[in-house]
């Protein structure tokens, strides 16, 4: 759904990635700066409810998502370390994001539901990409379901900005309660899918040399 996003920012930002590796900037740092920025971003202005002013901090290093992944591949640095360090970074953003809101709601959006509801959003967003890593480490294939990455976190924060706009935090009451709803599909069809290779695997094994016969 994304991807014509995601390939329109990555022209915009090609010259400050050239920039960066003339510098001898590495893609990893630029991966490490750009989860600390999105950190404090979240959680340095969302408990606050400033909401606007986070949102924009947030966006300007999500941007570091792609511009490092771009560097990757521009100096053959597409390691096995870079991808770990990449993923488990993004576990760490999204959670400053999600765990923001739920201090925001602990606070001034004063509204424990909606707290629980961040929480419950953080910790299925793990699971989502959880479920898929495990998967793809069993040699299945996990790819399905509603909630991508990109998708949770693009709406989550187009949202909460228009929320600090127009003073409605209903903006975000949505949102959250529509991933809370995508991230549980996501998990329960990647499960399925899992179960339903799991067994086909067990099957085949059973079939073959001196497995059971018809």
């Known amino acids: 759904m994304l991807e014509r996003f995601r390939d ?13 590796i003339r510098l001898g900037v590495t893609p990893n740092m630029v991966t490490f700066v750009g989860t600390a920025g999105v950190c404090a971003g979240a959680l340095g ?10 949102v924009l901090v947030v966006t300007a290093f999500v941007f570091s998502d792609l511009m490092d992944g771009y560097m990757a591949r521009l100096t053959g640095r597409t390691g096995k370390f870079g991808s770990y360090w990449d993923s488990t970074l993004d576990r760490i953003g999204d959670g400053a994001v999600f765990g923001g809101l739920a201090l925001y709601f602990a606070g001034p959006g004063d509204s424990y539901l909606h707290l629980c509801v961040s929480l419950y959003c953080l910790v299925m967003g793990a699971v989502t990409s959880y479920a898929r890593a495990k998967a793809e480490s069993l040699g299945f294939d996990a790819k399905g379901g509603l909630a991508e990455r990109a998708d949770r976190l693009v709406a989550i924060l187009v949202m909460t900005g228009f929320a600090g706009i127009f003073d409605l935090d209903l903006l975000i009451y949505v949102t959250l309660w529509a991933l ?27 079939a073959g040399p001196g497995g059971p016969t018809a």
């Open 8 to 20: 329109f920012w990555t022209n915009v930002w090609k010259p400050v990635a050239h920039l960066l």
């Open 180 to 206: 809370a709803a995508a991230n549980t599909q996501t998990v329960v069809v990647r499960s399925l899918m899992v179960a339903r290779q799991a067994r086909a695997e067990e099957a085949a094994a059973g």
């Open 45 to 54: 202005f969302f408990p606050r409810g400033e909401l606007l002013v986070g």
